[in-house]
């Protein structure tokens, strides 16, 4: 039991950090999303307005069930949003939409982090389903079969690639969204900042992640080095 102890020291600190970041976004977007927005659109109006004045004609805005749950699918070119933000006239609302138009603009554009992100989407999803059972069982057989580890750290290794390969896509979808809301005069002044704040809390969730992924698969690694 005592190879579990570092996990479990890893998964305690991580959480209480995914923990309170998570607790700071929620507050921040109930916040703003409070706060009126003086143009009156709403988030459909602001991502239509974006894709538009982007360039950008054959993408969907449309609205799904759920709070957070906002996101671009570049299979179906369709801008996602959660209905609070599909139908808001609110700051945070403005920031959502912004941020998952940037997300569409950067298909449109080719953006590189983003085609690596799409091209690993089936890997990952095919070795997140594995690589629990598989880690399991390598640290139990790690005397008598250690490759069965080494082949889960190789699948936790790729879910990690993912995660960090996540941040640039996040960030400069946030870069694009803040530009246009800024030039198009939809946020300005104390708008503007808290448009910035809602997104900077949002990006940090997927920070929180990447490094818990990274601590975890060194937590790996040591096993499987230290096995003799």
Not at 83 to 111: D, F, T
């Amino acid at each position: 039991m005592g190879l579990y102890y570092g996990s479990y020291i890893i998964f305690g600190v991580f959480m209480l950090i995914s923990w309170a970041v998570g607790h700071q976004l929620k507050t921040r977007f109930e916040k703003y999303s409070k706060t009126p927005l003086k143009s009156g659109l709403s988030g459909k109006e602001v991502a239509e307005r974006m894709l538009r004045e982007q360039g950008v004609f054959d993408v969907k805005v449309v609205s799904v069930q759920g709070q957070l749950t906002d996101h671009y699918n570049p299979a179906t070119k369709t801008v996602n949003l959660s209905e609070p933000v599909y139908s808001s006239r609110s700051v945070a609302a403005a920031a959502v939409a912004a941020h998952e138009c940037g997300h569409a603009i950067q298909h449109a554009s080719a953006y590189k982090f983003l085609e690596m992100r799409s091209a690993l989407v089936p890997i990952v999803s095919v070795s997140s389903k594995y690589m629990q059972w598989v880690l399991l069982l390598g640290i139990l057989m790690i005397s008598t079969f250690p490759a069965l580890l080494f082949i889960g750290i190789i699948l936790f290794a790729l879910t990690t690639l993912f995660a960090f390969i996540t941040l640039p896509v996040e960030y400069d979808a946030s870069r694009r969204a803040l530009l246009w809301l800024n030039s198009s005069g939809l946020t300005y002044g104390q708008e503007h900042k808290e448009a910035k704040d809602a997104l900077k809390w949002a990006a940090r969730t997927y920070v929180v992640g990447a490094l818990a992924s990274l601590a975890t698969l060194m937590y790996y690694i040591s096993i499987f080095m230290n096995r003799r």
